[in-house]
C-alpha cells in the first residue's frame, strides 16, 4: 500500500459514514475488544514494555528522509524519530507540537509559528529556528528529490523573527497551512542534514537499528520534551507481507500490532480474546478512473459509475468496513459534503442508455488492477459482474503492485486507484485534479474546475467555500472521468494489551503517530 | 531374462487393469471438467452470498468461497483452465524440447554446444525468478505465462532427449541408417522418434503435474491467471484466510492438483511396467 | 580429472557472463524506472531527473553494465539505489538466513528421502510401494504455501508451540532460533524430501532390475547388500546430481515459504529488488543463485565422475 497517494480529508470527516456495522454511539472507533474491557481504570497510561509491529510492505526503499517517505513504515518511523511543527488531531484540526501557537495576517498569506523553547534533539543539541527553517525550505531544492515539491510550491520564503518565532510567506493565500506543516513530510531535522542514515530528531524514540526491508528498532528517547512519554521502552517494525501471515502472526502473539488486516482474517481477531480490532473509518476512497487526455468518452465512466451495487461491495468486499461514496472524495460528515446531489446506485437500465450513447458495443474494455490498490482486485470482479449483465465486455487485468503506481495507474485507458486521506481538501484536489498536476491520474482538464480549487484555498468566507465545494463534487460526480464507488477504513488489528490508539483518518493506527501515546496494559 | 520371480496370475491380470483404470480416471476428470458448462451448476462467477465461505449445503454442494461463489462450479471452471493451460504448456515444452534435443543428439558439433549451452542458462536461472522478471516485463497474460512455462520447462526436456537420443545414436541401427544415406528427417522422425515415444510420454505426464504447481506458485505471486478466472493453485491463494476459520475451501483445489499428479505419476508408473514387459517379452 | 575439473570451471564462468547480461537486458526492459519508484507517483519530471542523475541512471547501458563488472572483479558489488547501502552489507545477513535453512533442511531430508526411496524401490510392486508412492506424490503435488499454513494453523494458532513468523533476531540464543526455524524447515523438508524420494524410487528402482543387479541377486547375494554395494553405487551418479539440484533450488526457488514466514531471505530480496527496479541487488542476487547452481551440478557432475566406474573403466586422473 502506497502512502504517497494524496488523498484528502475534511475538517470533520472523522467518522466517515456508517453503514453496516454500526458506528458506536458516536465513539469513532469501533474497538472490538473481546475480554479485556477498556474500562477507565485500564486508562491510566503505565510505562515500559516492547511492541513488535507488523506491516504489510516494508522494502529496501525504507528511509528516514522524509523526503522519500511513501509507505505507512516511513511515516511511521519518521513520526517516531522526529516531530513536526504541528500535529493534526483526530477531527483534522493542526495542534500545537514543536510549534505552540500561530497566526495568520488578515490575507492569510503571512504566517508567524511560535516556537516551543528548551526542546533539544535527542543527542543533546538544542532545536533551533534554523533547524525549522531549513526542514521546510529543503524541500524546495532543486537538485533534492522531494515527494513534498508540489506542497511547498506555494512557499516563498521562511525567516526566523526573534529568538521564538518564524514567518512563513506564501505566494498565495492558504487558510490551512497549520495543518500542511503537520503533514509528516515536514518532519523537523538539523539544519543541512543530508545523510540519514543515523537520524537525529527531537521525537520520542531514537534509532537502535535499522534494516531497510527488514527491521527497524526504535528505543525510548530519554530526552523527549513531552513529560512522562513515551511510554514504551522499545518499538520494533518489521515487514510480513501476506495478510494472512499478519493476522497468524498477531494470532499467535508473536506481534503486537498488524497493520492492514484482510477477508476471513478480520472475524478472526475480533474473536480471539488475546486480540481486537482498531478501525479507523475513513474517507480513502476506492477510484475507477479513465484516461480524459485519449480517446475519452464521458458517456463510459457514467455507464461505469451505474454499474457498481455499492451497499452490496461494502458487505461483501468490505465486510462492511466501509461506507458508500457519491463519486467525488467528500464524506457525509464533512461540512462541506453536497447533500444535493442524488445517491448513484445500481442501475443497469442508465448503464444502458450510456453504453449506448458511447458506441462502444462489444468491443472489450480492459481495467487494470492490482493487489497494490486495496481491494480493486474484488471490487472489480463485482463490477465486471453488472458489466456484463448490462452488455459490457469488460475484462480485468491484475498488475503487479510495486509498480503499480508508475506503470499503471495514469498510462492505461481505465485502472483502479486509491487515494489515503489527507488532513485539507485542498490538498487532494490540487495534485488530484488540477490540470497538470503530477497524481491526476485521468489527465483531466478543466479550467473551471482549477479556478474553484484554487478558490477554496484563498477564499475565508466560510459560506462562499462551501458553495464552491459543492460545486466541485458537482463537477466531479457528472464527469465520468472517475468513479468512487466506496470509501474504505483502515483495519488494524492490535493485541488486548495495547491501548492508547485513537483513530486519525489520516492512516493506520492513530495516522500513523502511534509512538508517543500507547501504552501496553 | 524375466525381470522378476514367475508373475502370479493376479498380478498379470492386476497391472494392465491398473494402467486402465488410471486412464479411465484421467479420462473422467477431463470430461468432468470439460462438461462442466453443461451441469446444473452456478455460475461461476456469480455472488451468490453477501457472506463469505458459507459451509457446503444443499444449494452449494462445497460451500462457497471468500466472496460468496458457489465453489464446485469455480473449482470445475478453475480445472478447465488448470488443465487446459499446463497441457498446452508442456505439449509446447515437448515440441521445443524434443526437436532440439533430438537434433542435437544426431547432429552434435556446434549445433549441440550452442543449443546445451543455452538450456544451461535457463535451468541455471531459479523459474519462479524467471518468472518474476518476465511477467513484470510481459504482464501476466494466458499466453505470456504458457509461454513462460513452456520455456522454463523444455529445458528440462531437452536435457532428457539428447540423452536418449545418444543412446540411440550409438546403436546400430542409426549407424546402418546413416550408412544407407538416410537425411537427418528421416532418421530424426523414422528411426529415433519410436523408440523414444514412450520415455517421453512419461516425462510430459510427469512434467504436467509440475506446470501445474510452477502456476500455482506464479498465481500465489498474483501473476497467475487473471480473475475472475482463476486455476486451481490461485483457487487455493485466493481462499487461504478460510482455513483460519475452519473453511475447507482451499483443501478442495489443492486436493485436485494431488490427485491429478498421482494418477499421472500412476500412469507413468503403468506406462514403464508395461513397456518392460512387453520388451522382455 | 583436473582437464575435466578445470573445463567445467572455465564454462562455468562464461555462462555466468552470459546470465548476468541477461539480468541486466532483463531489468532494462521492466517497465517503470527506480528513481520514479522510489519517488512514488507524486514525482514531479525534475524529481525524477534529478534523482536518476544522482543514482548515475542517466549513464548509458553498456557504460553501466561494465562499470558493474568492473567492480565485481574486485569483489565490489556495488551500492544499492534505493536503501544506498553496500549491497554486501544488504546481502550479508540474508545470505546467511539462506544457507542456515538451505542447509538445515538438506540435512534432514536427503538421509530421509534416500531412505524412503530406497525401501519403496526394493518392494516395488508391493501394497507399501503403492501407497508410499501415491502419498509422496500426493505430497509433491501439494503447493507449498498450504502446507505451510497448515502447519502456522495446527502449531502456531492452535496449540501456539512454535511462532507464526521466522523472524530472526541476530544474537538470540541457538534454542529461540531452531524454534523459530522449526516451521519454515518442516515445511521445505515436506517438500523437498517427497520430491528426492520419488526420485530415488525411480534411479534406485531402475538400477535393480539392469542385468547385473539380476546376476548378483542369482548369485544369492541378499537385499540389502544388492542395495548398498551394487544398486547405491551406480546410483550415486544421477541421485547427486537429483540431490544437487534440491539444493539450488533450496537456495533459490523459495519465495513462496520466505513470504509466508516473512523469513528474510535472499529470494524475498531478489523479488522485492525486481519490483523495485533496484538493478544492482537484482545482479548479486541472480549471480548467487547462478552460481550456487552451476557450482553443485559441477560438484554433482565431478562427484558422479568419481564413482562411474561404468561407463569409462579406466578413467584416467
Known amino acids: 500500500m502506497n502512502f504517497s497517494k494524496i488523498s484528502r480529508r475534511d475538517f470533520h470527516t472523522l467518522f466517515g459514514t456508517a453503514m453496516g456495522t454500526a458506528v458506536l454511539g458516536g465513539i469513532p472507533v469501533i474497538a472490538q475488544a473481546a475480554g479485556t474491557a477498556n474500562s477507565p481504570s485500564a486508562m491510566v497510561p503505565k510505562k515500559g514494555g516492547r511492541v513488535r509491529l507488523a506491516l504489510a510492505q516494508q522494502s529496501t526503499n525504507d528511509t528516514f528522509d522524509s523526503a522519500r517517505f511513501t509507505n505507512a513504515n516511513d511515516y511511521i518511523r519518521g513520526s517516531a524519530v522526529f516531530n513536526t511543527l504541528t500535529r493534526v488531531d483526530g477531527s483534522g484540526q493542526a495542534q500545537p507540537e514543536l510549534a505552540l501557537s500561530w497566526d495568520a495576517n488578515p490575507s492569510a498569506t503571512e504566517w508567524r509559528f511560535k516556537i516551543r523553547k528548551g526542546v533539544e534533539f535527542s543527542d543533546g543539541q538544542p532545536l533551533s529556528l534554523q533547524d525549522i527553517a531549513f526542514s521546510i525550505m529543503r524541500h524546495k531544492n532543486e537538485a533534492k528529490a522531494s515527494s513534498a515539491k508540489p506542497l511547498v510550491a506555494n512557499i516563498a520564503a521562511v525567516t526566523t523573527e526573534g529568538d521564538d518565532t518564524i514567518l512563513v510567506r506564501l505566494a498565495e493565500a492558504d487558510v490551512e497551512l497549520p495543518v500542511l506543516l503537520g503533514l509528516l513530510q515536514f518532519c523537523v531535522v538539523k539544519d543541512g542534514t543530508e545523510d540519514f542514515s543515523k537520524p537525529v530528531g527531537t521525537g520520542p524514540f531514537v534509532m537502535a537499528e535499522f534494516q531497510p526491508g527488514i527491521r527497524t528498532v526504535l528505543t525510548r528517547n530519554t530526552n523527549f520534551w513531552k513529560d512522562g512519554q513515551p511510554y514504551l521502552d522499545e518499538i520494533e517494525m518489521i515487514s510480513i507481507t501476506d495478510a494472512n501471515a499478519r493476522v497468524s502472526a498477531l494470532l499467535s502473539g508473536d506481534i503486537d500490532m498488524a497493520a492492514d488486516l484482510k477477508g476471513a482474517g478480520i472475524d478472526q481477531v475480533a474473536a480471539n480474546p488475546s486480540t481486537k480490532i482498531f478501525e479507523t473509518p475513513s474517507t480513502r476512497y476506492a477510484g475507477y478512473q479513465f484516461d480524459a487526455s485519449t480517446n475519452f468518452d464521458p458517456n463510459l465512466g457514467l455507464a461505469i459509475a451505474n454499474m457498481f451495487d455499492r451497499p452490496k461491495i461494502v458487505e461483501t468486499v468490505l465486510k462492511g468496513h466501509g461506507s458508500v461514496a457519491n463519486d467525488h472524495p467528500v464524506g457525509k460528515m464533512s461540512p462541506y459534503y453536497n447533500a444535493n446531489l442524488p445517491q448513484r446506485g445500481l442501475d443497469l437500465d442508465k448503464a444502458k442508455h450510456y453504453l449506448k450513447k458511447s458506441g462502444i458495443g462489444r468491443t472489450p474494455l480492459e481495467l487494470s488492477v492490482s493487489d497494490g490498490v486495496v481491494y480493486s482486485v474484488e471490487i472489480a470482479q463485482l463490477l465486471q459482474r453488472s458489466a456484463a449483465q448490462a452488455g459490457l465486455n469488460l475484462t480485468l487485468r491484475r498488475e503487479p503492485s510495486e509498480s503499480y503506481w508508475t506503470a499503471v495507474a495514469g498510462k492505461r485507458r481505465f485502472f483502479a486507484t486509491n487515494f489515503f486521506p489527507r488532513p485539507t481538501p485542498h490538498l487532494l484536489l490540487n495534485v488530484t485534479w488540477k490540470s497538470g498536476s503530477q497524481w491526476n491520474f485521468s489527465h483531466y482538464g478543466n479550467p473551471r474546475l482549477d479556478s474553484l480549487i484554487d478558490g477554496v484555498r484563498a477564499t475565508l468566507d466560510v459560506d462562499k467555500r462551501i458553495a464552491m465545494y459543492h460545486e466541485i463534487q458537482e463537477i466531479l460526480h457528472n464527469c465520468g472521468a472517475v468513479t468512487m464507488p466506496v470509501f474504505l477504513s483502515y483495519l488494524d488489528g492490535v493485541s488486548s494489551r495495547i491501548q492508547g490508539l485513537t483513530p486519525n483518518q489520516i492512516g493506520n493506527f492513530s495516522g500513523f503517530r502511534f509512538s508517543d501515546q500507547v501504552w501496553l496494559s | ?281 | 580429472m583436473i582437464r575435466f575439473i578445470v573445463k567445467r570451471l572455465a564454462a562455468g564462468v562464461v555462462l555466468l557472463l552470459v546470465i548476468s547480461l541477461l539480468i541486466f537486458v532483463g531489468c532494462e526492459m521492466l517497465p517503470g524506472d527506480v528513481a520514479q519508484i522510489m519517488l512514488g507517483q507524486s514525482a514531479s519530471p525534475e524529481n525524477v531527473a534529478a534523482l536518476r542523475a544522482e543514482l548515475g541512471l542517466d549513464q548509458p547501458a553498456p557504460v553501466r553494465y561494465l562499470a558493474w563488472l568492473w567492480g565485481i572483479c574486485h569483489g565490489d558489488w556495488g551500492v544499492s539505489m534505493t536503501s544506498r547501502q553496500p549491497v554486501s552489507v544488504m546481502l550479508s545477513e540474508r545470505l546467511s538466513n539462506t544457507l542456515t535453512l538451505a542447509g538445515l533442511t538438506t540435512l534432514v531430508s536427503v538421509p530421509l528421502a534416500l531412505l524412503i526411496g530406497m525401501v519403496l524401490a526394493v518392494h516395488k510392486g508391493t501394497r507399501l510401494d503403492r501407497v508410499g508412492t501415491i502419498v509422496i506424490v500426493g505430497l509433491c503435488a501439494t503447493p507449498e504455501f498450504l502446507v505451510a499454513t497448515l502447519g502456522v494453523l495446527v502449531f502456531s494458532i492452535h496449540l501456539r508451540w512454535l511462532p507464526a513468523i521466522s523472524y530472526v533476531t541476530p544474537g538470540s540464543g541457538v534454542l529461540t532460533l531452531i524454534k523459530s526455524m522449526l516451521l519454515p524447515l518442516a515445511t521445505m523438508t515436506i517438500i523437498v524430501t517427497a520430491q528426492l524420494a520419488r526420485m530415488t524410487r525411480a534411479v534406485v528402482g531402475n538400477i535393480l532390475t539392469q542385468p547385473y543387479v539380476e546376476t548378483a541377486r542369482l548369485k544369492g547375494a541378499g537385499s540389502v547388500r544388492v542395495i548398498t554395494v551394487h544398486a547405491l553405487r551406480n546410483a550415486i551418479g544421477p541421485l547427486i546430481n537429483i540431490i544437487a539440484m534440491n539444493v539450488a533450488y533450496l537456495i533459490s526457488g523459495v519465495v513462496i515459504v520466505e513470504t509466508i514466514f516473512a523469513f528474510p531471505g535472499l529470494a524475498r530480496l531478489m523479488a522485492d529488488s525486481v519490483q523495485a527496479r533496484d538493478l544492482p541487488v537484482v545482479q548479486a542476487c541472480a549471480m548467487i543463485f547462478s552460481a550456487s547452481y552451476i557450482g553443485l551440478i559441477m560438484v554433482a557432475d565431478i562427484v558422479a565422475k568419481l564413482f562411474d566406474s561404468r561407463k569409462e573403466p579406466g578413467a584416467s586422473a
Open chain 2, 1 to 281: 531374462m524375466m525381470p522378476h520371480q514367475t508373475p502370479t496370475l493376479f498380478k498379470s491380470l492386476f497391472r494392465p487393469t491398473l494402467l486402465s483404470v488410471v486412464v479411465a480416471l484421467l479420462l473422467l476428470v477431463a470430461f468432468v471438467v470439460l462438461a462442466a458448462p453443461l451441469l446444473p451448476l452456478h455460475d461461476p462467477d456469480a455472488f451468490l452470498s453477501s457472506d463469505g465461505f458459507v459451509p457446503p449445503s444443499g444449494e452449494y454442494w462445497l460451500g462457497t468461497d471468500f466472496l460468496g461463489r458457489d465453489l464446485l462450479a469455480r473449482l470445475l471452471s478453475s480445472g478447465r483452465v488448470t488443465l487446459g493451460m499446463a497441457l498446452l504448456s508442456t505439449i509446447l515444452a515437448h515440441l521445443i524440447g524434443d526437436t532440439l534435443g533430438l537434433l542435437a543428439a544426431l547432429r552434435g558439433g556446434w549445433f549441440d554446444a550452442v543449443v546445451s549451452r543455452i538450456v544451461d542458462v535457463v535451468l541455471s536461472v531459479p523459474k519462479i525468478i524467471a518468472g518474476l522478471v518476465v511477467l513484470a516485463v510481459t504482464g501476466p497474460s494466458l499466453v505470456a505465462i504458457v509461454v513462460l512455462t513452456a520455456v522454463v520447462y523444455a529445458a528440462g526436456v531437452f536435457r532428457i532427449s539428447r540423452a536418449l537420443g545418444q543412446d540411440l545414436i550409438a546403436q546400430d541401427f542409426i549407424t546402418v541408417a546413416r550408412a544407407r544415406g538416410e537425411g537427418n528427417r528421416w532418421l530424426l522422425f523414422g528411426e529415433m522418434l519410436p523408440h523414444v515415444v514412450m520415455p517421453l510420454t512419461a516425462d510430459f505426464a510427469l512434467r504436467l503435474s509440475f506446470a501445474i504447481l510452477f502456476m500455482s506458485g506464479l498465481s500465489f505471486l498474483g501473476l497467475g491467471v487473471q480473475p475472475p478466472m482463476a486455476d486451481w493453485g490461485g483457487l487455493v491463494r485466493e481462499n487461504l484466510d478460510g482455513l483460519q476459520i475452519g473453511s475447507w475451501a482451499p483443501i478442495y483445489p489443492a486436493l485436485s492438483i494431488a490427485v491429478v499428479s498421482v494418477l499421472l505419476n500412476l500412469f507413468v508408473d503403468g506406462l514403464q511396467e508395461r513397456e518392460k514387459k512387453e520388451g522382455g517379452v
